[in-house]
C-alpha cells in the first residue's frame, strides 16, 4: 500500500475531493429530509451522528439518535456503499469510486 501511495502523489488529493463530494451529497440530502445531524468531517475521515448538538465528546456523542443511524447504515449497504456499522467514525478509502458518491 505504501508503494502504490508513493507512485500515485494524487490519491490524497483524490481523497480530500470525494470526501467534500460526498459530504455536500449528505447534508444536502439530511437537510431536505429535516433531520437533524452533526457532520465532522477531517480529509477521509469523517463521523455523522443524527442529533442537532455539535459532537465533540463521548457524551455529546451518546445524544445521537441510534435508530436513525441505523436506518442510514442500511440504506448505504441497500445502495453498495460500505461503511461502518457505527456512528463514531468512518472513512472514505480509494476503493469508494465516483458512481458510489
Do not use: W
Not at 475521515?45 to 456523542?61: G, K
Not at 436506518?71 to 478509502?93: D, G, P, V, Y
Amino acid at each position: 500500500m505504501l508503494r502504490i501511495l508513493h507512485a500515485n502523489k494524487m490519491i490524497y488529493k483524490q481523497l480530500e475531493q470525494r470526501s467534500a463530494q460526498l459530504e455536500e451529497g449528505l447534508r444536502e440530502n439530511l437537510q431536505k429530509l429535516g433531520l437533524g445531524y452533526t457532520f465532522n468531517r477531517i480529509g477521509s475521515m469523517f463521523t455523522l451522528f443524527f442529533t442537532s448538538r455539535s459532537v465533540i465528546d463521548y457524551e455529546s456523542a451518546k445524544t445521537s439518535d441510534t435508530a436513525k443511524f441505523s436506518t442510514f447504515f442500511n440504506a448505504m449497504l441497500e445502495q453498495e456503499f460500505t461503511c461502518r456499522h457505527r456512528s463514531l467514525k468512518q472513512r472514505l478509502s480509494p476503493l469508494h469510486i465516483e458512481k458510489e458518491l
